[in-house]
Antibody, heavy 117, light 107 residues
Framework: QLQLQESGPGLVKPSETLSLTCTVSGGSISSNSYYWGWIRQPPGKGLEWIGSIYYRGSTNYNPSLNSRVTVSIDTSKNQFSLRLNSVTAADTAVYYC?????????WGQGTLVTVSS | EIVLTQSPDFQSVTPKEKVTITCRASQSIGSSLHWYQQKPDQSPKLLVKYVSQSSSGVPSRFSGSGSGTDFTLTINSLEAEDAATYYCHQSSSLPYTFGGGSKVEIK
């Protein structure tokens, strides 16, 4: 059974960079035909896809965040990461890492990141 | 970007009743439509993939239908444990998008 666990700071200052890592256990991050992605949910609101990386390294991002977001993968550590630059209060959300083909099969437990000075 | 519009936003339902949630896409998405259940303080859980394929371990009272732009999630004989918010999700084209959610409360 695949398990995903997010880690990273819970508080980020405005204009700084949000950095999160997702550690994958119970399977290899290099498995064929799978994507590893990030999805976020502002408090009390709905879900927003941020971006995904294919196991071979190609990426796709939400155009609403495209200029600020980077998703990378480290197969040696079985981890993938999210960087979101120039954050504002609007980036406050629970951030989920996820495993998907098209549907999202596995979700991390989520980590709340608050943007505040 | 494909917009998914869910209705209703909220419904309060008596146990054993039938629940219907609809999801309308702003353009045709074929069968690339999936449903998730999210309970308070939990991650979403996949219920139905590709319109009507139930995910492993999901009770048979959950079913999906539809095609093109109009889709439905049905819960037959609602149980207390089904209190949650339900989201549709399209993977037909990037960016992937989700519906705004439909909250089901138990009366």
């Amino acid at each position: 059974q695949l398990q995903l666990q997010e880690s990273g700071p819970g508080l980020v200052k405005p204009s700084e960079t949000l950095s999160l890592t997702c550690t994958v256990s119970g399977g290899s991050i290099s498995s064929n035909s799978y994507y590893w992605g990030w999805i976020r949910q502002p408090p009390g609101k709905g879900l927003e896809w941020i971006g995904s990386i294919y196991y071979r390294g190609s990426t796709n991002y939400n155009p609403s965040l495209n200029s600020r977001v980077t998703v990378s993968i480290d197969t040696s550590k079985n981890q993938f990461s999210l960087r979101l630059n120039s954050v504002t209060a609007a980036d406050t959300a629970v951030y989920y890492c996820a495993h998907h083909v098209q549907q999202v099969d596995y979700w991390g437990q989520g980590t709340l990141v608050t943007v505040s000075s | 970007e494909i917009v998914l519009t869910q209705s209703p936003d909220f419904q309060s339902v008596t146990p054993k009743e039938k629940v219907t949630i609809t999801c309308r896409a702003s353009q045709s998405i074929g069968s690339s439509l999936h449903w998730y259940q999210q309970k308070p303080d939990q991650s979403p859980k996949l219920l139905v993939k590709y319109v009507s394929q139930s995910s492993s371990g999901v009770p048979s009272r959950f079913s999906g239908s539809g095609s093109g732009t109009d889709f439905t999630l049905t819960i037959n004989s609602l149980e207390a444990e089904d209190a949650a918010t339900y989201y549709c999700h399209q993977s037909s084209s990037l960016p992937y998008t989700f519906g705004g959610g439909s909250k089901v409360e138990i009366k």
